[in-house]
């Protein structure tokens, strides 16, 4: 490969990024979301948050980008191929981040809970000031690794006509025919950015270790 084709790839990198940043963001807000409804205690909304958890798990990924790229973009609302995959994966991590949360909820211990009480916070604040850092910390390593699973995952979005690193190395391939060097260097991008996210996690979980109550 020239040095063109290898900055070709390497030019997929911010879309990659990018995509998964974004992805993630969505996923972690409404899966919030779906978390609160879950623990509601409100049969109706635990039901339905459980549905929609449910079928976003249920389905391949690659299904819900072409049902909201090829139907709802090209009949309801136009949508771009980035628009589309954020949209999708987001969705998806939605759904795994609110079983993550939940699980992290239910591993804060009780007595926190009647702690915070016997202060008189408001709930707000009980939330925010000593269930949530706690909640955090329980949940920082199974939110790191989907994070990493996400990254690999945006290489979906190339069957959209996302420039990220899977579209640019089949683009190169295609015109090099040097599919095995092509992919091989495709996998270690993906390897290089995987490994600062697990660095930046086990240094993150080391230091709310040390400093939030268990």
């Not at 958890?53 to 090829?70: E, K, N, S, T």
């Not at 599919?179 to 709310?208: K, N």
Request: charged share 10%; aromatic share 8%; proline share 3%.
């Amino acid at each position: 490969m020239t040095g063109d084709m290898l900055l070709a790839i390497l030019g997929g990198i911010q879309w990659t990024v990018l995509l998964t940043l974004t992805s993630l963001a969505i996923g972690v807000l409404l899966g919030a979301g779906l978390c609160a409804m879950r623990t509601s205690g409100i049969r109706l909304l635990d039901l339905t948050a459980c549905g929609l958890i449910l079928g976003l798990r249920a389905v391949p990924p690659i299904v819900w980008l072409f049902l909201i790229f090829f139907g709802v973009g090209s009949g309801i609302v136009q949508v771009s191929a980035f628009q589309a995959a954020a949209v999708g994966l987001g969705l998806i991590t939605a759904a795994n981040m609110a079983e993550i949360f939940r699980g992290a909820l239910a591993a804060v211990h009780r007595g926190q809970w009647e702690a915070a009480r016997a202060l008189s916070l408001p709930a707000r604040w009980r939330m925010l000031d000593v269930i949530a850092p706690q909640l955090l910390r329980v949940s920082l390593p199974s939110i790191a690794s989907y994070a990493i699973g996400l990254l690999k995952d945006t290489a979906i979005a190339s069957t959209l006509g996302v420039p990220e690193i899977a579209f640019q190395a089949t683009h190169v391939s295609q015109m090099t025919f040097q599919g095995l060097a092509t992919f091989a260097f495709a996998g270690c991008l993906y390897i290089a950015l995987s490994i600062p996210v697990a660095w930046a996690s086990r240094w993150a979980d080391q230091r709310m270790r040390s400093r939030v109550a268990r």
